[in-house]
């Protein structure tokens, strides 16, 4: 199984990006999927999750209304949809891959992680 992130850079407050996680060795179809953020010293924050159920989806307050999590289970891809950017959701960006935890947010329940993307925003 491999994540490959990707999308991550350098914006100002305000600013969009989209991040991207390829998918392979597991089908998103069948796979609850989580995109995860870490500050050096702090621990690894759930974002937002994606369940392969019913395509619901979770989100931690500080992100609602602004970020959206999505797949396309043909190009076996997670994404992240970030508008309205603050400096405070500058972190290294992680998705991750598990067996559908009840809680989205909790990291040890994921099996599957990729390498992270940075995301600066001044």
């Known amino acids: 199984v491999q994540l490959v992130e990707s999308g991550g850079g350098s914006v100002q407050a305000g600013g969009s990006l989209i991040l991207s996680c390829a998918a392979s060795g597991l089908a998103l179809s069948s796979t609850c999927m989580a995109w995860f953020r870490q500050v050096p010293g702090k621990e690894r924050e759930g974002v937002a999750g994606i369940r392969t159920v019913d395509g619901s989806t979770s989100y931690t307050d500080s992100v609602k209304g602004r970020f959206t999590i999505s797949k396309d289970n043909a190009k076996n891809t997670l994404y992240l949809q970030m508008n309205n950017l603050k400096p405070e959701d500058t972190a290294t960006y992680y998705c991750?891959?598990?067996?559908?935890?009840?809680?989205?947010?909790?990291?040890?329940?994921?099996?599957?992680w990729g390498q992270g993307t940075q995301v600066t925003v001044s």
């Open positions: 991750a891959a598990s067996d559908c935890p009840s809680i989205f947010s909790v990291p040890s329940k994921y099996d599957y």
